[in-house]
């Protein structure tokens, strides 16, 4: 079941794929291609480079890129030298790329050209020297090495290569939506651990798919599937640089892909976008993928019956390099649910309080065991310790199982509203107001109340040219959920604040709320 052959070194990887495919496209861009023989030859040359710079092994490399053919060969190369990838956001602000410069103490930083100029003077504020490789440097850019002429030539020697799969190769930043992003410690095993026994065995990619990836590169779920499942079977992927709606319908409608991972938003927007599609708009379509975020059952059984192509949902976190649970297209499916867990990762779902296993159907912390785990957080011993206890790492997410063990995400245990003494799982309320005709999109978030210490309050997106009755909202609300759990007042907001990965920064919108007694 687990597709052991897989699971080598990443240079091992390119020359099996080199030799086997050369000449095949792995990934290609708006503006840009490469085939496998170039992806070993471009990763290798840039490996040497960076090693003829001083890179040593274990020493952390940011990468500041949009998603690209030349994110892709940046990553590689990284790990090729022997160095810990750290991706950052192109959107990301100043202080967050300068709290990952300085928390990952990055030697060197692979940046577009016109991120240069911000990079530099960040790091003269920091009063930090990280070396600077520039992709497509222009006269006027600052940094003094090209990355260009580095992948195009290499130094003659050959890159270090190493094969321990144990070690730090990536340093993923948590989304940051429950406090300060973590470095989080992710090795080239744990992660194609989750290829071999999620992608291939259960969504069944394969090198004859094609695959149309939107997902931010500097992501787990995208590193781990976008780049790091296409090259261990030797797929085709066509990287988008940003999601939209428009580009994904036009690539999509021409039949080429095969394969579509996504997170719940994007699949909510397809199935606005084409309500008026007489027949199947997505020809070729093989199957779609979902995490990132909890996806409502109600549009998994709307995008399947439209797009005739299985939507499979599962639960990954970037503490397990993604993956934990997945549904699979054959056999019994619970919509709604996130599914079984992947060969070869154990799960449990304990009484926060005490720590003993819950009943059946009873509501308590997932806990999670497996080759996919993360070695730690990079520089934080304590949080580390809290995290990973008795072998098990304590995720903080709420989740219940069934009698079949399937495993259903209720919320994060910090996110839970405690209403005078009662639990609401924002999600859980989320999932009635979704059921609402009309809801494009909604998130719940507790607010303080001077007597009951917390209430609901629900944020609502209102689908384009529908009109929401509040009061019928309420009394469909109240059809579904016991009182304590209904939304104290619903706001009615253009859009939900998400990370990149789908999730929702309830902080954002919370902070649109004061302390109420009403």
């Known amino acids: ?36 023989a170039g992806l070993d030859a471009a990763t290798a040359n840039l490996a040497s480079h960076l090693e003829r710079l001083g890179i040593a092994p274990g020493d952390r490399v940011a990468l500041l890129l949009p998603n690209s053919v030349n994110w892709v060969i940046g990553v590689l190369a990284i790990v090729r030298a022997g160095a810990v990838a750290v991706p950052i956001s192109m959107d990301a602000t100043d202080t967050e790329i300068g709290y990952r410069l300085t928390d990952a103490e990055c030697v060197l930083t692979i940046t577009a050209a016109d991120k240069v100029e911000q990079v530099e003077a960040l790091c003269r504020d920091l009063a930090i020297r990280p070396l600077t490789v520039v992709v497509q440097r222009t006269e006027g850019a600052l940094g003094k090495h090209s990355f260009e002429p580095f992948a195009r030539e290499g130094t003659g020697s050959a890159p270090r290569d190493p094969v321990d799969m144990d070690a730090p190769a990536f340093v993923i930043y948590t989304s940051g939506t429950t406090g300060k992003a973590k470095g989080v410690l992710l090795t080239t095993r744990s992660m194609l651990w989750v290829v071999g026994a999620c992608w291939v065995p259960i969504a069944g990619l394969n090198e004859r798919d094609k695959v149309l990836s939107f997902l931010p590169l500097f992501h787990s779920y995208a590193l781990n599937l976008s780049v790091m499942a296409i090259l261990a079977v030797g797929a085709t992927e066509y990287i988008g640089e940003k999601y939209s709606t428009a580009e994904a ?44 975020a909890i996806l409502p059952a109600a ?41 079984l867990p992947i060969p070869g990762v154990e799960t449990r779902i304990v ?22 785990v993360m070695k730690g957080y990079l520089n934080k011993p304590e949080e580390t310790a809290s995290a990973l206890r008795g072998g098990w790492y304590h995720t903080g997410d709420l989740a219940k199982h069934d009698a079949a063990g399937y495993l259903t995400i209720t919320g994060r245990l910090k996110e839970v509203i405690i209403r005078g003494g009662q639990n609401i799982a924002p999600a859980e309320v989320e999932e009635a107001i979704m059921a609402f005709a009309g809801i494009a999109d909604c998130a719940v978030v507790g607010v303080p109340h001077r007597l009951l210490g917390e209430v609901p309050v629900a944020f609502v997106v209102v689908r384009a040219g529908e009109d929401i009755d509040t009061e019928a909202l309420r009394k469909h609300c109240a059809n579904r959920l016991s009182a304590y759990k209904l939304p104290h007042s619903i706001q009615f907001v253009e859009d939900i604040p998400r990370t990149g990965s789908g999730k929702i920064m309830r902080f954002k919108l919370r902070d649109l709320v004061g302390v109420t007694d009403a």
Request: with cysteine.
């Open 351 to 372: 009484d926060p309080v005490d720590g003993s296993d819950v009943d059946v159907g009873k509501e308590g912390e997932l806990l999670v065991r497996g080759p996919n």
């Open 1 to 36: 079941m687990i597709h052991t052959d897989l699971i080598v070194p990443v240079s091992e990887l390119l020359a099996r794929h080199a030799k086997q495919r050369g000449e095949k496209v792995a990934f290609r861009d708006a503006g840009d291609s490469i085939t496998y």
């Open 249 to 292: 319908l036009r690539l999509l409608q021409t039949g080429e892909y095969t394969v579509f991972p996504g997170v719940p938003t994007m699949f909510h927007y397809l199935l606005e976008a084409t309500r008026e599609a007489s027949s199947q708009p997505f020809p070729g379509l093989r199957v779609c993928l979902s995490a990132g």
């Open 299 to 339: 549009v998994n059984e709307q995008f399947e019956r439209r797009f005739g192509a299985p939507l499979l949902d599962g639960y990954g976190i970037t503490e397990t390099s993604t993956m934990v649970t997945m549904n699979w297209s054959s056999g019994t499916r619970v919509m709604g649910s996130c599914g």
